[in-house]
């Protein structure tokens, strides 16, 4: 079973917009984070949220977390066509040390 | 901002030849992790390695591949023999002592051929 599925793969909007993306996992977990991708290259860390967390912001940054739904959220608000990237969700499992396990990835497009 | 770097960028190889791909992770750090992202897919853990030995290892880690550190700052990832299926980015990540988050490498692009 997928410990990071998230959805939508792929999400398109016009500049200016909000962004959600969704992540579900399956196990216990210590905490979520949330990383961006630009194509082909690495990885940036966005924000953590602990397990006892429901919501933290970083700028135009929202996220929650759900354990009893096993899932989170990722808002970015009034989007940029810089924020055009991949968004992948990574979750720290409980007795896993800091191993993350990182969900299947939203494509965002953010059209002028 | 802390930096992870890695060597080379772009790597290509021939079936079955040994490659060596480079990683020198932020100083200070205890633990180093080799993560691979194979095109279009997601990013899928491969090994960690805390103290100078690996701490835990994936499936996908089998015989032909390896890590060391061989002069206390290096940190390397030996891929034997390489085969086709083994053409991904390959990410070294480094968390800070006692925090979660981790800092990722731009990654080593390998094609096999």
């Known amino acids: 079973s997928q410990q990071g599925e998230e959805d939508p793969q792929a999400l398109s909007i016009q500049e200016g917009e909000n962004a959600t993306m969704n992540c579900s996992y399956k196990t216990s977990i210590n905490n979520l984070q949330w990383y961006r991708q630009n194509s082909g290259r690495g990885l940036v860390h966005l924000i953590l949220i602990r397990s006892n967390e429901r919501e933290k912001h970083s700028g135009r940054l929202r996220v929650t977390l759900d354990t009893s739904k096993k899932s989170s959220s990722l808002l970015i608000t009034a989007s940029r066509a810089a924020d055009t990237a991949s968004y992948f969700c990574?979750?720290?499992?409980?007795?896993?040390?800091?191993?993350?396990?990182f969900g299947t990835g939203t494509q965002l497009k953010v059209e002028l | 901002e802390p930096e992870v770097t890695q060597t080379p960028s772009h790597q290509v190889t021939q079936m079955g030849q040994e490659v060596i791909l480079r990683c020198v992770p932020i100083?200070?750090?205890?633990?180093f992790y080799w993560y691979r992202q194979i095109l279009g897919q997601k990013v899928e853990f491969l090994v960690s390695?805390?103290?100078?030995?690996?701490?835990?290892k994936s499936e996908i880690f089998d015989d032909q591949f390896s890590v060391e550190r061989p002069d206390g700052s290096n940190f390397t990832l030996k891929i034997r023999s390489t085969k086709l299926e083994d053409s991904a980015m390959y990410f070294c990540?480094?968390?800070?002592?006692?925090?979660?988050?981790?800092?990722f490498g731009q990654g080593t692009r390998l094609t096999v051929v």
């Open positions: 100083s200070n750090h205890l633990y």
């Open positions: 390695f805390y103290n100078n030995e690996i701490s835990e």
């Open positions: 990540a480094s968390p800070k002592q006692g925090r979660a988050e981790a800092f």
């Open positions: 990574a979750t720290s499992l409980t007795g896993g040390g800091n191993k993350l396990t």
